[in-house]
């Protein structure tokens, strides 16, 4: 249910699915008493002397310097040549964006000198965004020609919609690619990518769900679970970038907890809902006494646990983690992949909705079959909208 109450269950609807020396080196003193030994001793002690300065200096420059800077910035990385991996690079970006997810999808050893190649080349605002097939290994200056002729991504589409799980994903992965669903699941564990998506450091149970992000995708002959859930977290870090997420850090949500609120959002509401209906479970989250005392009471997560429409019993059922009536607060995982609208609503909900305390809402279909959605502030408002809705 998606109200504060218990004598109403939540119909179910096709949702529309949306962090940084120079070593000083000392001045050899000398005086003329040390010159004049020089010179009486001949040339030979200066000629060895300026060789083995210069032998320091590249000693220096070689074992100190280099690494210094190669180890100072997170700039370099191992590399698997010749493995075959599919990157997304998204609309309007430039060439840090660029070499980022080339770098991301470890596709490049340094960012760097990616972005030097592409200058040296005069390609640096040439770059284009797409879907690109790009075998590990090629030199940089193919890679950057490739980048600038635009997409060559021709394999199997792969469409993933917004609020798939993690575990439907799967199975769709295995229709179109061939790819075993349990295969899939066993790889999709948050361990094994967190050293290199930080943002799932907050994952909770081991678990991807939230994070292998919606859209569609093409993947080529060869195609394994790993490359294709490292695709989808690396769009996922790509579209995590254009977020403001000052408003829910300010309130507390780290990424994962804005994922998982967004993934309810993404299950209680339509693209022309979602603000309101983030706004309603910030004030429920929030919220300590009446009406709710901090219970989003969402349908959505205990059917996300029993895996259809849950009853009023199941609901309410408190053995069961994700009853967000009978545990307070977030449910332990999202309970879905929300797209990217779910999580802007939840990074920025509707103002007039959060300010002017609305708690309440649900949604039935018209008589032509359309979603209709209903707002309210009181129970007895909320009450009175049910019965409004019933006589239509």
């Known amino acids: 249910m998606t109200t ?106 340094s960012k760097s000198e990616f972005l030097t190649q592409a200058s040296r080349m005069k390609a640096a605002e040439s770059l284009k965004s797409g879907e690109y097939t790009i075998t590990v290994g090629d030199d940089l200056a193919s890679l950057v020609t490739q980048l600038t002729e635009g997409p060559n991504a021709s394999g199997t589409k792969l469409t993933i919609p917004e609020g798939y799980t993690v575990a439907r994903i799967a199975d769709t992965v295995q229709q179109t690619l061939g790819i ?13 990518y967190v050293a290199d998506y930080p943002f799932l450091e907050g994952a909770s ?26 695709a989808m977290l690396t769009q996922f870090q790509n579209e995590l970038s254009t977020l403001d997420l000052s408003y829910a850090e300010g309130r507390g949500l780290s990424v994962a907890q804005i994922v998982n609120l967004a993934s309810i959002v993404e299950k209680e509401s339509t693209p022309n809902t979602q603000g309101a209906v983030a706004a309603i479970f910030w004030n429920r989250l929030e919220n300590n006494g009446d009406p709710n005392y901090g219970f989003l009471q969402s349908d959505a997560t205990t059917a ?40 802007q609503a939840v ?46």
């Open 4 to 109: 504060p109450s218990n004598d109403q269950h939540r119909p179910r609807h096709a949702a529309h699915f949306s962090a940084p020396a120079a070593r000083a080196t000392r001045r050899a003193g000398s005086h003329d008493v040390r010159r004049e030994q020089t010179k009486r001793r001949g040339g030979s002690g200066l000629v060895v002397g300026g060789v083995l300065a210069a032998v320091i200096v590249v000693l220096a420059v070689v074992f100190v310097l280099i690494p210094s800077l190669n180890k100072g910035d997170g700039d370099h990385q191992q590399i698997q040549v010749g493995q075959t991996v599919n990157v997304s690079i998204p609309d309007g970006s430039g060439a840090q964006a660029v070499a980022q997810a080339l770098f991301d999808a470890k596709v490049i050893t």
């Open 347 to 392: 990074c920025a909900p509707d103002g007039e909705y959060l300010d002017k305390g609305y708690y309440y809402f649900f949604f039935y279909n018209d008589k032509d079959g359309n979603v209709q959605y209903d707002f309210s502030k009181t129970y007895e408002e909320h009450q009175q909208a049910i019965k409004n809705a019933q006589n239509k």
């Open 180 to 192: 075993s669903a349990d295969d899939f699941k066993n790889q999709a564990k948050a361990s094994n």
């Open 304 to 343: 996300y646990s029993v895996g259809h429409d849950p009853s009023a019993d199941e609901v309410h059922d408190s053995s069961d983690p994700y009853s967000t009536y009978t545990s307070k607060g977030l449910p332990p995982t999202p309970i879905c992949c929300p797209g990217l609208s779910s999580l």
């Open 205 to 230: 149970n081991d678990s991807l769900e939230g994070f292998l992000f919606p859209k569609t995708y093409s993947f080529g002959e060869g195609a394994t679970a790993d490359g294709i859930i490292r």
